[in-house]
């Protein structure tokens, strides 16, 4: 061994950074025929052709823009070895709310830093000439990948003048194409008719992964992360399993894998097996019911915290008209008004559709009637945790008292 090489010193990961967002994987797999019609829409460029306008969508995690990386770098190396001018301009439009910003966002990405645009106070012509300037100046060809533009919203006349640019007279000296990314599904459909034409020259749709395509993409990324022997035979394909479940997203089977990772890690395992990879799914979805909960209107999370302090007093599952009767005195110190017991129940039902909470049907027997019993999906403080700043402002209730860290506070 080399004296000054280092050495990894962890004995399952040889490379845990590969399991994230940032990297870019060698090869995109699983997604063979989207690469081929991506790949022939890109085609008119190494022909020194005017590019097509090339529109992707599917919902996240399904890899529009892993595939956009990996395509547009074989492309410019391809475009270099054939001596092809070729230009790349990617802006994510997360944050840029209107044609205006973005194309302010795109002049600046071609000016000089002691050279860029304020982000306000110029007449939107002025900005589209400064933009067909610098594209001029160029030359050659330039694609312009705006992802996640379904940001930009109603103000959507950028993704018409782009494509119309080189046919209006803007630009003469370079060709122009734009490759819009989006996983809103409906972006498209509500397009005006005049942008749709210009933008989907070609529409290339990404369909979530499948359980084996997504075997494929968490085994690939397996080899990089990973020592070899470090994962049990059921891990990859578990993974899958759920990330199929989980709408075929990649990001999130990547994720489960990484947090099965660091389970085992943590407790020293020498492998990671099928029982770390359920504890990080548990995690991960304990996680998304906190910002599910953090998330919801004050009403909702008054409902949460009735069925809560009905839940340490040992009194769940319980029936809707108790739950109600807890958030009427819980509105009273939160000085609100409360609500009709029908919302609630409205309520009730969404909260179990966000796996916050679960119900079931009774029947009352005798009558004939049946009524409905809810209780907490989660753990106690888990749920009282997400809601700490409602409590804060509402103030403890009896119940929860020993639950609460600082419950130096109003009892209600
Ligand atoms: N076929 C694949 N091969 C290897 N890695 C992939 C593949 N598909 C997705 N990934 C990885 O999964 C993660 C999410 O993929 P990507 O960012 O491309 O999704 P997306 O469809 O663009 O989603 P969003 O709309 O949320 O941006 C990334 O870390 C990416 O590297």
């Given at each position: 061994m080399d004296e000054l090489s280092f050495e990894p010193d962890d004995s399952l990961y040889r490379n845990r950074d590969s399991l994230s967002e940032e990297y870019t994987p060698a090869e995109i797999v699983g997604r063979d025929s989207e690469l081929q019609k991506y790949h022939s829409a890109l085609q008119p460029v190494i022909n020194g052709e005017s590019p097509d306008n090339i529109f992707l969508y599917g919902k996240t995690g399904v890899g529009k823009t892993a595939a956009t990386n990996f395509l547009l770098k074989q492309l410019q190396e391809d475009t270099e070895r054939f001596d092809i001018e070729l230009t790349v301009i990617d802006v994510n439009c997360e944050g840029l709310s209107s044609s205006y910003q973005v194309a302010i966002n795109l002049v600046n990405k071609l000016r000089s830093p002691e050279n860029q645009l304020s982000k306000?106070?110029?007449p939107q012509y002025e900005v589209y000439e400064y933009l067909w300037e610098a594209i001029d100046e160029l030359g050659g060809t330039v694609l312009i990948v705006l992802d996640e533009?379904?940001?930009?919203?109603?103000?959507?006349s950028i993704l018409y003048q782009i494509p119309r640019a080189r046919s209006n007279g803007n630009v003469t000296n370079a060709r122009l194409g734009i490759i819009g990314i989006s996983n809103d599904l409906a972006f498209r459909e509500n397009l005006s008719p005049k942008v749709r034409s210009s933008l989907c020259d070609r529409n290339i749709s990404f369909p979530p992964y499948d359980a084996g395509e997504l075997e494929a993409v968490l085994q690939q990324r397996a080899d990089v992360a990973f020592h070899d022997g470090a994962l049990d035979d059921e891990v990859i394909p578990l993974c899958a399993a759920y990330g199929a479940q989980d709408a075929g997203d990649a990001r999130k089977a990547l994720d489960l894998l990484r947090g099965a990772g660091d389970f085992a890690r943590a407790e020293e395992a020498d492998v990671v097996t099928g029982d770390h990879v359920r504890r990080s799914r548990e995690e991960i979805e304990r996680e998304e019911v906190m910002d599910g909960i953090a998330d919801l209107a004050d009403h909702q999370q008054l409902t949460v915290y009735a069925l809560a302090t009905l839940e340490a007093e040992g009194n769940t599952p319980a029936r809707s008209q108790l739950v109600y009767q807890r958030y009427e005195t819980l509105c009273d110190s939160a000085v609100k008004d409360a609500r009709t017991s029908r919302r609630v129940r409205d309520f009730l039902a969404d909260l179990e559709s966000l796996s916050i909470t679960t119900s079931g049907r009774q029947n009352t027997g005798a009558e004939g009637g049946q009524y409905r019993e809810h209780q907490l999906q989660h753990d106690l403080p888990t749920v009282l945790s997400a809601m700490s700043e409602l409590i804060r402002r509402v103030g403890v209730h009896h119940s929860i008292e020993d639950a609460i860290?600082?419950?130096n506070q109003v009892i209600v």
């Open positions: 306000t106070g110029h533009v379904d940001n930009i919203g109603e103000d959507d860290e600082d419950s």
